[in-house]
């Protein structure tokens, strides 16, 4: 059975990478890429629509896999769940101050590796039920006919920002387009 989210597995140790990916799919998690460097990572990040990466923090490279959620964080937010042995102070500093679900060390058993997934994955849906107050800024500011230029002078951001979170409103609730998030949005009492 399909647990119906978009995983990418970013670890430098193809053997590691398999058995987090054979985990994933006897646990039902079947839509799993896998990337075992940074810059494959950040490629399919970039050109897929992922629901969550589970990333080892040492990569090997120049770049480790917060650096790699740092960057992708300055593009679109997509929930990370690190893989480490790395489990100092520093770190954890480090990681806390973005968009991380969970950190899980390692070794880490099946049970706590699915437990952590099915957590983010429940945490995901409940966040897709939900709009931040910058989303129902805009989409009542689209409901009242705005253009993204204008609401973006209005709020004083940029238009690519208005772009992006009118783009994120679509996917996260399934729109085709803003007639469809605007009715959407009054359906569920979000322009009030």
């Not at 006919?145 to 679509?170: C, D, P, Q, W, Y």
């Amino acid at each position: 059975m399909d647990k119906g989210i978009k995983i990418l597995i970013v670890e430098d140790e193809i053997i590691i990478a398999k058995d987090i990916e054979q985990i994933l799919i006897r646990n039902g998690f079947i839509d799993i890429r896998i990337a075992t460097n940074y810059l494959k990572a950040k490629q399919i990040i970039t050109e897929t629509a992922l629901d969550l990466v589970l990333c080892d923090i040492n990569l090997r490279s120049i770049k480790n896999g917060i650096d790699l959620m740092e960057e992708i964080h300055e593009i679109k937010i997509i929930p990370f769940i690190f893989i480490t042995a790395y489990n100092d102070m520093d770190t954890i500093k480090r990681i806390s101050k973005n968009q991380t679900f969970h950190y899980i060390t390692k070794p880490f058993t099946e049970k706590q590796l699915v437990t952590t997934v099915l957590f983010a994955k429940t945490k995901l849906e409940m966040e897709k039920e939900l709009l931040t107050d910058r989303e129902k800024e805009i989409v009542r500011l689209l409901a009242n006919g705005l253009s993204t230029k204008e609401i973006a002078e209005k709020l004083s951001i940029s238009f690519n920002t208005v772009e992006t979170h009118r783009r994120n409103m679509l996917k996260k609730h399934n729109c085709k387009n803003t007639t469809e998030l605007v009715y959407f949005a009054a359906k569920n009492n979000w322009l009030n």
